[in-house]
């Protein structure tokens, strides 16, 4: 070994250090926020209007179908076209199921079931697919229930059913405040499964999965159980929103309601509240919802309005809402202890100067022999 | 102990090139075999038939006495043959921790349906506790929380080996770890690599430009020139070989060989 090989360390080593600080690393800054959050969706209704409550309930049928999104769109980079037909299937079936005095408990689990079961015909075969080629196998998907299995008569009936209220457990769901803490019950189970997942083996198996296929598989990962898994669970979660969806209308809405078109609304969710964080989900639900009413006032539609939101969202290059707010508080972060000079996360050198370094290198004069490798040393410093 | 691995009569074509060519590679439990050869050689392609990245053309492949030919790579590598990428293929949206746990995938000894409900945390525990071993014997610690895109190039190569390691193999396939690293950089990544073997028994595979940390560390090296093997035997074989002077280390030999 060549002297001085022993002293050689490592790039963290020599001091290469990351931001932070106790406002980037504070776990209980998160929690906080989380208490606040939950606190706050548990009070607002005590002390509105009853008007509010019916937008209330949406917003958390909405943020239902956004996780369920956001844990497709998020952790493995599919878009699936097809979650509006998952939806009108849970809230046919939901439908049939109430009607037939099932308890909604049972409901709620059984239409999961099959919303999961379903999403097995169009995802065993369709999984292997990647990137554009399975968001049209499941725009395919979409189309065909629209146009012919929620036509059936057996599917949705004639006309529109009668979906009763049932109560979940010991919560009435007769008004619309009860019904909407039912749903924000289902919302708050999903969202502690979704995130004890992420931050498991499971979720970083689908994050690898997403980046490398082949380094997955050379950890030792089994790529094809997970993706088709996380398939059914996210159409699962949108069935289930599907059920809330017939039972806050008291109805089950025509299959025009369930439409491709519906799904590309549904992906505004995601990447309006953010792909990344799960309560991104929330913020794109409450969009949603409390958009349509907003924009009657103003007599516009709510397509345009989030197509502008969209536009504005891709162009100022957050991941949105909670991808600006963690930005927001990175900025913070920064502002308090002086902006280093970084690359991403990385500060390699405490000093604050942004210009850049300059590099003298003297290479031999002939040409390298084939398969060499020609090696320039850089030695960072200052030269007065 | 185990960890050997026996290739024979490795043959891959693809179309009209012949990319290996009956190639017969064994690597003994504990053994550092190296894999050399100008570029274009076929020595990916090897790699990638070890390790079921790529089918054969023909050929068989054991590990341990076992016939792993045609089993899917992600089989191989739950049977403890792990690899590093030539590119290092890092999961870029992880951190550093979070890319060493990944390899603790096939340990990991809890249920998704566990983990969903919260119950994972004695798994999470002990797979994190050795990922902060093993980086910290790879000089990682400082960096663990890093998004792994924001690492230097040379930090990046340093956390692949790491998380193979973490899979507790027991043979490892090394493609290329020196590109990117001055010579230094490398003769201390070939230091690493050899103590890693001892202290964990286990056998490694490794390719590499850099001769003078092939030849110190090595128990024995192939040498594959368009896409047959040309020579084989210990460092001071191959040293002394004129074929592979002459394919190989050309007008490099001696500033190589030092």
Same mark, same amino acid.
């Given at each position: 070994?060549?002297?001085?090989?022993?002293?050689?360390?490592?790039?963290?080593?020599?001091?290469?250090?990351?931001?932070?600080?106790?406002?980037?690393?504070?776990?209980?800054?998160?929690?906080?926020?989380?208490?606040?959050?939950?606190?706050?969706?548990?009070?607002?209704?005590?002390?509105?209007?009853?008007?509010?409550?019916?937008?209330?309930?949406?917003?958390?049928?909405?943020?239902?179908?956004?996780?369920?999104?956001?844990?497709?769109?998020?952790?493995?980079?599919?878009?699936?076209?097809?979650?509006?037909?998952?939806?009108?299937?849970?809230?046919?079936?939901?439908?049939?199921?109430?009607?037939?005095?099932?308890?909604?408990?049972?409901?709620?689990?059984?239409?999961?079931?099959?919303?999961?079961?379903?999403?097995?015909?169009?995802?065993?075969?369709?999984?292997?697919?990647?990137?554009?080629?399975?968001?049209?196998?499941?725009?395919?998907?979409?189309?065909?229930?629209?146009?012919?299995?929620?036509?059936?008569?057996?599917?949705?009936?004639?006309?529109?059913?009668?979906?009763?209220?049932?109560?979940?457990?010991?919560?009435?769901?007769?008004?619309?405040?009860?019904?909407?803490?039912?749903?924000?019950?289902?919302?708050?189970?999903?969202?502690?499964?979704?995130?004890?997942?992420?931050?498991?083996?499971?979720?970083?198996?689908?994050?690898?999965?997403?980046?490398?296929?082949?380094?997955?598989?050379?950890?030792?990962?089994?790529?094809?159980?997970?993706?088709?898994?996380?398939?059914?669970?996210?159409?699962?979660?949108?069935?289930?929103?599907?059920?809330?969806?017939?039972?806050?209308?008291?109805?089950?809405?025509?299959?025009?309601?369930?439409?491709?078109?519906?799904?590309?609304?549904?992906?505004?969710?995601?990447?309006?509240?953010?792909?990344?964080?799960?309560?991104?989900?929330?913020?794109?639900?409450?969009?949603?919802?409390?958009?349509?009413?907003?924009?009657?006032?103003?007599?516009?539609?709510?397509?345009?309005?989030?197509?502008?939101?969209?536009?504005?969202?891709?162009?100022?290059?957050?991941?949105?809402?909670?991808?600006?707010?963690?930005?927001?508080?990175?900025?913070?972060?920064?502002?308090?202890?002086?902006?280093?000079?970084?690359?991403?996360?990385?500060?390699?050198?405490?000093?604050?100067?942004?210009?850049?370094?300059?590099?003298?290198?003297?290479?031999?004069?002939?040409?390298?022999?084939?398969?060499?490798?020609?090696?320039?040393?850089?030695?960072?410093?200052?030269?007065? | 102990?185990?960890?050997?691995?026996?290739?024979?009569?490795?043959?891959?074509?693809? =179309? +009209?090139?012949?990319?290996?060519? !009956?190639? $017969?590679?064994?690597?003994?439990?504990?053994?550092?075999? &190296? /894999?050399?050869?100008?570029?274009?050689?076929?020595?990916?392609?090897?790699?990638?038939?070890?390790?079921?990245?790529?089918?054969?053309?023909?050929?068989?492949?054991?590990?341990?006495?076992?016939?792993?030919?045609?089993?899917?790579?992600?089989?191989?590598?739950?049977?403890?043959?792990?690899?590093?990428?030539?590119?290092?293929?890092?999961?870029?949206?992880?951190?550093?921790?979070?890319?060493?746990?990944?390899?603790?995938?096939?340990?990991?000894?809890?249920?998704?349906?566990?983990?969903?409900?919260?119950? =994972? +945390?004695?798994?999470?525990?002990? !797979?994190? $506790?050795?990922?902060?071993?093993?980086?910290?014997?790879? &000089? /990682?610690?400082?960096?663990?929380?890093?998004?792994?895109?924001?690492?230097?190039?040379?930090?990046?190569?340093?956390?692949?080996?790491?998380?193979?390691?973490?899979?507790?193999?027991?043979?490892?396939?090394?493609?290329?770890?020196?590109?990117?690293?001055?010579?230094?950089?490398?003769?201390?990544?070939?230091?690493?690599?050899?103590?890693?073997?001892?202290?964990?028994?286990?056998?490694?595979?490794?390719?590499?430009?850099?001769?003078?940390?092939?030849?110190?560390?090595?128990?024995?090296?192939?040498?594959?020139?368009?896409?047959?093997?040309?020579?084989?035997?210990?460092?001071?074989?191959?040293?002394?070989?004129?074929?592979?002077?002459?394919?190989?280390?050309?007008?490099?030999?001696?500033?190589?060989?030092?």
């Amino acid at each position: 070994m060549a002297p001085g090989v022993k002293n050689l360390k490592n790039a963290a080593d020599r001091g290469v250090k990351l931001t932070g600080g106790p406002l980037m690393s504070g776990k209980r800054v998160e929690a906080g926020g989380v208490l606040i959050l939950a606190i706050g969706l548990l009070v607002w209704p005590l002390v509105t209007p009853e008007v509010a409550h019916f937008y209330g309930s949406l917003s958390a049928i909405y943020a239902l179908i956004g996780l369920s999104l956001v844990i497709l769109v998020g952790w493995t980079g599919q878009i699936s076209l097809g979650h509006a037909a998952f939806v009108g299937c849970g809230c046919y079936f939901g439908a049939k199921l109430l009607n037939n005095d099932v308890p909604l408990v049972l409901t709620v689990v059984l239409i999961g079931l099959i919303g999961a079961a379903i999403s097995l015909i169009l995802g065993i075969p369709s999984l292997r697919l990647r990137g554009v080629y399975f968001t049209i196998a499941t725009l395919a998907f979409g189309a065909a229930c629209q146009q012919y299995f929620f036509t059936r008569s057996e599917v949705r009936g004639i006309a529109a059913d009668q979906v009763p209220r049932a109560n979940l457990v010991g919560i009435q769901t007769t008004t619309d405040r009860g019904l909407y803490y039912a749903v924000l019950v289902v919302l708050a189970i999903a969202l502690v499964l979704a995130y004890n997942t992420r931050r498991t083996d499971v979720g970083r198996v689908l994050f690898a999965i997403r980046d490398s296929e082949q380094a997955a598989a050379a950890m030792a990962i089994k790529i094809a159980p997970y993706k088709i898994g996380l398939f059914a669970a996210s159409a699962a979660l949108a069935s289930i929103a599907g059920l809330f969806y017939g039972m806050l209308f008291q109805a089950t809405p025509a299959p025009e309601q369930f439409s491709v078109l519906q799904s590309l609304f549904y992906l505004a969710m995601p990447v309006l509240g953010g792909a990344e964080a799960l309560l991104g989900a929330l913020v794109g639900g409450a969009f949603l919802a409390v958009g349509q009413p907003l924009v009657n006032l103003f007599d516009v539609r709510l397509f345009l309005m989030t197509s502008i939101a969209l536009l504005l969202t891709l162009l100022s290059g957050f991941d949105g809402v909670t991808g600006a707010l963690k930005a927001g508080r990175k900025a913070i972060a920064d502002a308090v202890r002086g902006e280093p000079v970084r690359y991403g996360s990385f500060v390699p050198h405490e000093e604050h100067d942004h210009s850049p370094p300059r590099v003298h290198a003297t290479v031999g004069e002939s040409p390298p022999p084939v398969g060499s490798v020609v090696r320039v040393r850089i030695v960072p410093g200052v030269r007065p | 102990m185990s960890g050997h691995l026996i290739g024979t009569g490795l043959t891959k074509r693809y =179309a +009209g090139l012949v990319a290996n060519d !009956a190639v $017969d590679i064994e690597v003994r439990p504990g053994e550092i075999v &190296g /894999l050399i050869g100008p570029n274009g050689a076929g020595k990916t392609t090897c790699f990638n038939c070890l390790t079921g990245a790529q089918k054969l053309t023909s050929g068989s492949i054991t590990l341990d006495g076992k016939v792993i030919t045609n089993l899917p790579a992600s089989e191989r590598a739950g049977m403890g043959m792990a690899r590093t990428f030539q590119q290092a293929q890092l999961f870029k949206h992880l951190s550093v921790e979070e890319n060493l746990l990944l390899g603790r995938h096939r340990h990991y000894g809890a249920s998704a349906l566990r983990a969903a409900i919260g119950l =994972a +945390g004695g798994a999470e525990r002990k !797979a994190r $506790d050795l990922v902060h071993s093993i980086a910290a014997q790879c &000089g /990682l610690t400082e960096v663990l929380v890093a998004p792994v895109g924001d690492l230097p190039f040379g930090t990046q190569r340093m956390v692949e080996v790491a998380r193979a390691i973490v899979l507790e193999p027991t043979v490892l396939l090394v493609d290329e770890p020196g590109a990117g690293m001055d010579s230094t950089e490398s003769a201390y990544f070939g230091a690493l690599l050899a103590r890693i073997s001892r202290e964990r028994d286990m056998s490694v595979l490794i390719i590499e430009h850099d001769v003078a940390m092939i030849l110190s560390i090595c128990d024995r090296i192939y040498v594959l020139n368009f896409g047959k093997l040309l020579a084989q035997g210990t460092p001071a074989d191959i040293r002394a070989n004129a074929e592979v002077r002459a394919a190989y280390f050309g007008s490099t030999v001696q500033e190589a060989a030092v």
